[in-house]
């Protein structure tokens, strides 16, 4: 047994190199040990299951056309990932999923907790362990966010998940607002309250996705933000990004859910949704 404070609930045999190996990952990736030991366990008993996917609940144009309760609750979410995005039934707010934690970004701006039972008809999540981190520490403006992240991918027919933390200058958000069911995306988004933070750290969570794609989730990259204390955040609009570490995973599988509800199993779901969604996300 190591005498470390660390592991004084575990028992590891680990010898020391490893778990010198262990503190620094933790530390490059902002989460204690024990966490990181956690996730690599999650991710273990997973990929005994058949690999690490990114893991949509529903497609998203269901979403799209107003389809706001399903019955996929977050424990169930959970069992595919501990990083993402999405929304709650009834549109009631912007999703983020980090280290396996839950935050509800409601139409206030300000964070909510989250239990397990709670229900969503469209989340999109994955067991992050990205394979790539980049330092960067030059001023990017909202243009040249995107052109950076489009600099750090390889290829655009693939699914990454991006997770960026670090220092903004600017990030503009909104959080879409609680809606009734079956009033169509764009009309549920017409007026969502946008937030404006200064000079603040944070995180950004996301997705990058292939718009042949586009029926199954927002195409290019979608984004969630939260400030540091996580205490406030949504959907990300632009940033402008003074300092940051960005870890990028390609995920080589898609797991789609399928909801087993009336409304999902009688929906029209055959039309072109891309300048609806498109609409919707900006």
């Keep these: 047994m190591i005498n470390n404070p660390v592991f004084s609930k575990l028992e590891l045999n680990l010898p020391q190199d490893q778990l010198n190996r262990l503190t620094i990952l933790a530390e490059r990736m902002g989460v204690s040990v024990i966490d990181l030991i956690k996730q690599a366990l999650r991710r273990f008993l997973f990929n005994e299951k058949g690999g690490n996917a990114v893991f ?16 996929t609750t977050m424990a169930r979410i959970k069992e595919h990932g501990d990083f993402g995005l999405g929304t709650f039934n009834y549109l009631d707010g912007e999703m983020v999923i980090l280290d396996g934690n839950v935050y509800q970004i409601r139409s206030d701006g300000d964070v909510y907790s989250v239990k397990d039972d709670e229900q969503s008809p469209f989340a999109c999540v994955t067991f992050f362990s990205p394979d790539t981190f980049d330092a960067i520490e030059e001023n990017h403006t909202p243009k040249e966010f995107y052109n950076l992240l489009n600099t750090l991918i390889p290829s655009e027919n693939m699914l990454y998940a991006i997770r960026i933390d670090g220092a903004f200058s600017h990030v503009r958000t909104r959080a ?6 079956y009033k169509p995306l764009v009309e549920a988004t017409k007026n969502q309250p946008v937030f404006d933070f200064y000079d603040v750290q944070g995180c950004l969570a996301g997705f990058y996705t292939p718009r042949f794609m586009e029926s199954l989730n927002a195409p290019g990259y979608h984004m969630h933000f939260l400030t540091e204390d996580r205490r406030h955040g949504g959907h990300l609009i632009e940033c402008t990004l003074k ?8 995920v080589p599988k898609l797991d789609v859910g399928l909801p087993i509800t009336l409304d999902f199993l009688t929906a029209d779901l055959t039309r072109d949704i891309g300048k609806d969604l498109d609409k919707a996300e900006k």
């Design 243 to 250: 300092s940051a570490r960005i870890g990028i995973q390609h």
């Design 56 to 71: 949509i609940s529903a497609p998203i144009i269901a979403l799209v056309d107003g389809f706001y309760v399903e019955d």
């Design 176 to 181: 879409v607002l609680r809606s009734e069911n």
